[in-house]
């Protein structure tokens, strides 16, 4: 068995006296497993425990039961608070979800989340796994190069995948958590010996995890070992094209092939931009977007006019993703405003935004739509945008929805938005709009979803505004003009 044998090699690295004849064994007899995902694995194993203190935490500390969490959800919570500080242990702070509870270290900014599935902690949410190790200021040896080799995090799933196709995960029967395939007690008592060890030590450690690459970077110089490095990238190379090919793990596969600086990693983006739109598409626009130079605008244009504003999702996304590059890379504006003329659907909102930084003339038209949008996630967005803005013109957009609508609903984000302006006098406007609208609240037990979206408008408000504000507030000195049909 595969976790035998990785067992076995760690002991004996332990053992070994002899640093260079180890290497050249393991150079011989690699395991048959990449470091990517092996470096996962010896992370997962620690992780294990870190998931059994949640588990006495929620058991002992805040008389909750793991087993009514993953039966019954938000209604197996314990009677207590939501969230709050754990008791005798104030350095932490939970907070229960769904069947979940997730522990933050106020000091470290650690955090710990897990769901439970049943009784155990055994379950791993690689979502919940990234977020560990995004909240690590000093990783420990084993995240260290997890993080090392998965700078982007989510491309960890793929060793996730490749440590359930190697048997040593195993995944929930009705849930895409996972967990290990072996008892680990023996497994983490040789990683615990690794951590305090000596440089030499940790070089055999990484010959045993077939990590060449980390060796090239210390003191050894082989040129086995550097060849071997070569051999490994090339193996992992052409994993992540076949997956891309086969479009398994395609979004991440794209991903982890710029993360390792793939020869072919440009050809492959080139095949991503000219898919039909889906999250592949959205990550290569996100590469874009990171490498910053304008030489893919004749493959945006390509997508762009490939892709329907109004159509599904993630159409609105990538259509709006692409006239950003263009704005930022392309000579062609009257190809771009007459783009942003075109925008409707779920898209409105972003594009005025998007229109006001770069366009003005054409920007007070899309906020009017966007706030007499059906669509309740275009008036949040423009609601919001001109709240930040915080200027007569963004405060005359607002009042003038209300003075040309008494429909609760329409109006919701605006008068949320005014509220959250520190102008008394644009709140006193508010308050005799809804004195000469009255709005009859639901009462009972149920309430209709208008009702609930009504309750909800102030806090999306205000949730919207610190999303946008960093990307608005450079924008307030801006006055657009009047749109000539006006």
Known sequence: MLYQEILSRLDAGLKSDEREMFITECLLNPLPISPWSLWTLCSLIKHRQRQEYV?????????????????????????????????????????????????????TGELLDVDFYDETADWFNSYFYEGYLESLKEPEIWERHVIKLHPSLETVA????NLIENGLLEKHPESSVVRLGFESDEFLGLLERFEEASDSLVQRLAAVLGDWGMLTEGEVSRQDVLEAFARTSLDREQDLIQRFERNDQQRLALRSLFEMESSRRFEILRQALSSPPSGTVSAALDILFEMNDGLWCDEVWSLLSRTDPDGELPQPHIWHTCLEYLTLHTSDCESIKQNLRKTSGHTIGDVAILALKHFPEESLGL??????????????????????????????ELLAVLRNSDDQEMTAECRAALREIPRPKLHQIVDEWEYQNPHEAETGEWISMEEAALRRSQGLIRVEMESLHDQVLPLRAIIPPEPPSS
Do not use: M
Not at 158 to 161: K, R, T, V
Not at 377 to 384: H, V
């Open 367 to 396: 906020f009017r739509r966007a706030l007499c949008s059906t669509v309740p996630n275009n008036r949040i967005i423009a609601a919001s945008a001109l709240a930040l803005i915080d200027q007569p013109w963004s405060h005359e």
């Open 55 to 107: 588990l006495h935490i929620v058991r002992d500390k805040l008389s909750g039961d793991p087993k009514a969490l993953a039966e019954a959800g938000a209604l197996g919570h314990p009677p207590i608070e939501r969230t709050g500080l754990v008791p005798t242990n104030t350095d932490w702070e939970y907070r229960f979800h769904g069947r979940g509870c997730c522990l933050t270290n106020r000091i």
């Open 158 to 161: 793929i060793s996730f995948q």
